[in-house]
């Protein structure tokens, strides 16, 4: 799990985190993506992502706006895992909110050895993504 500051309340953080994924500008290497169903979003819907030359196909299992977001991963251009389940957490903090980021998975055998190293990544890609959001924001908030 891994946890950081975001400079806005939950509300905005979960409405930017459950946004349509071609909106992610602020997440490293997420390029496009969208909704396949129809609005409105909640559990079951199914959502793509492209980051990189990888595409993920997603459900959404949990949907308890403002506070909690969860997706299992259905299929994946490159076979990374048997299993992927991602939860976000939005709790209040002084100065908006503090996300958790849960990346549970089941790797193939081929990737177990690189574990150690791409949760070290994926944690820095995390920070960076809460950076961004956090100042994307924040800045959204000043043009209104």
Do not use: C, Q
Request: charged share 20%; glycine share 6%; aromatic share 10%.
């Amino acid at each position: 799990m891994f946890d950081a500051p975001v400079a806005a309340p939950p509300e905005v953080v979960f409405e930017a985190i459950s946004a349509d994924p071609k909106t992610w500008t602020w997440f490293p290497g997420i390029t496009s993506g969208g909704y396949e169903t129809e609005g409105p979003h909640g559990v079951g819907s199914i959502r793509e992502a492209r980051m990189g030359p990888s595409v993920y196909r997603e459900t959404i299992l949990a949907w308890e706006a403002p506070t909690r977001w969860v997706y299992r991963v259905d299929e994946m251009t490159v076979p990374l895992a048997h299993a992927l389940v991602e939860e976000w957490r939005i709790d209040t903090a002084p100065d908006g909110s503090l996300v958790h980021w849960t990346f549970a998975i089941d790797p193939r055998p081929m990737f177990v050895a690189s574990m150690p190293l791409a949760t070290r990544m994926m944690g820095k890609i995390f920070r960076t993504a809460m950076r961004n959001l956090s100042a994307g924001l924040t800045a959204t908030a000043k043009e209104r």
